[in-house]
């Protein structure tokens, strides 16, 4: 059974602090990992990928992947109100295949 | 550019009916994925098709059945409705290993 597990949470931070969202993953074969957004009663919408061991930032976002402990997490800073949502992470294996995803941490940011 | 493209927005169906949902991909996407999302839940992988061929498939009867057309739109087609499958359905299509888009999604509601 391929799981990806997450906190649900929510996580509630300060505006302007940093949001970290871990999520970790039982399926080896796993070989890229999603982060999206989903605000209430919307689609997912995607933050941002990554596949090689390490950290990957994209503006205020940075997703960091750990292969040998099946970890993955993303750091927001600078949250800002907005950024309260479900985040979705999810893996996948090498081509385009299917993506088994978690259930998802609501973040939720203070003013 | 349009993205993903469903309809319709929102369904109500009686058990043991059928339903048909609709999937557009975004221009230059060949890789059409269906997913049900529960609430609360992260969303599940139903099929995948490419190319005209179901790809691949998730845990999901045979009650759930697609195509995929030469213009590479796609219909999810669920046969004897039942209560549990009252959930928001999502379409993502994919050209290359990089994330799924995905679209706003068919709520359905069987009563």
């Known amino acids: 059974q391929k799981e990806v597990e997450q906190n649900s949470g929510p996580l509630s931070v300060p505006e302007g602090a940093i949001a970290s969202l871990n999520c970790t993953y039982s399926d080896r074969g796993s070989q890229s990992f999603f982060w999206y957004r989903q605000y209430s009663g919307k689609s997912p919408e995607l933050i941002m990928f990554i596949y090689s061991n390490g950290d990957k930032e994209d503006g205020r976002f940075t997703a960091q992947l750990n292969k040998a402990s099946q970890y993955v997490s993303l750091l927001i800073r600078d949250s800002q109100p907005s950024d309260s949502a479900t985040y979705l992470c999810?893996?996948?294996?090498?081509?385009?295949?299917?993506?088994?995803f978690g259930s998802g941490t609501r973040l939720q940011v203070q003013p | 550019d349009a993205g993903v493209t469903q309809s319709p927005t929102h369904l109500i169906k009686t058990r043991g009916q059928q339903v048909t949902l609709r999937c557009s991909p975004k221009s230059g996407h060949d890789t059409v994925s269906w997913y049900q999302q529960a609430l609360g839940q992260g969303p599940q992988f139903i099929f995948q098709?490419?190319?005209?061929?179901?790809?691949q498939r998730g845990n999901f009867p045979d009650r759930f059945s697609g195509h995929q057309f030469p213009n590479y739109s796609s219909e999810l087609n669920v046969n004897a409705l039942l209560l549990g499958d009252s959930a928001l359905y999502l379409c993502a299509s994919s050209a290359q290993p990089g994330g799924y888009t995905f679209g706003s999604g068919t709520r359905l509601t069987v009563v």
């Open positions: 999810a893996g996948g294996d090498t081509g385009r295949r299917a993506l088994t």
């Open positions: 098709y490419y190319e005209e061929e179901e790809r």
